[in-house]
Nanobody, 121 residues
Framework: QVQLVESGGGLVQAGGSLRLSCTAR????????MAWYRQAPGKQRELVAA???????RYVDSVKGRFTISGDNALRSVYLRMNSLGSEDTAVYYC???????????????WGQGTQVTVSS
């Protein structure tokens, strides 16, 4: 019912910047929260940043001060601005969201397809 469409990944040199975008499409009543996760080769997937419907945000310690998550008021589109990238940031980045399809229905989780970010040294 819902698709999360990601874009903005690519190859960047160390010290450079990228901005990832995620847009929710489909039957959506409201969005409770959106997040970016990443998974590096041989490592467990980790939460990078999250934004909630009240406007609050959270970040993993390793990206604080370098990455910024933002979105529109309804969280239908979410962005991750990544600055001062290093090789440790190389990973597949995934958009995730918690969505309600009706006022009284339960929330459901959705994942994007992932977008590759590669930081060269």
């Amino acid at each position: 019912q819902v698709q999360l469409v990601e874009s903005g990944g690519g190859l960047v040199q160390a010290g450079g910047s990228l901005r990832l975008s995620c847009t929710a499409r489909g039957s959506i009543f409201s969005v409770n929260g959106m997040a970016w996760y990443r998974q590096a080769p041989g490592k467990q997937r980790e939460l990078v940043a999250a934004i909630f419907s009240d406007g609050s945000t959270r970040y993993v310690d390793s990206v604080k001060g370098r990455f910024t998550i933002s979105g529109d008021n309804a969280l239908r589109s979410v962005y991750l601005r990544m600055n001062s990238l290093g090789s440790e940031d190389t990973a597949v980045y995934y958009c995730a969201g918690t969505v309600r399809h009706s006022d009284h229905g339960p929330p459901s989780d959705y994942w994007g397809q992932g977008t590759q970010v590669t930081v060269s040294s």
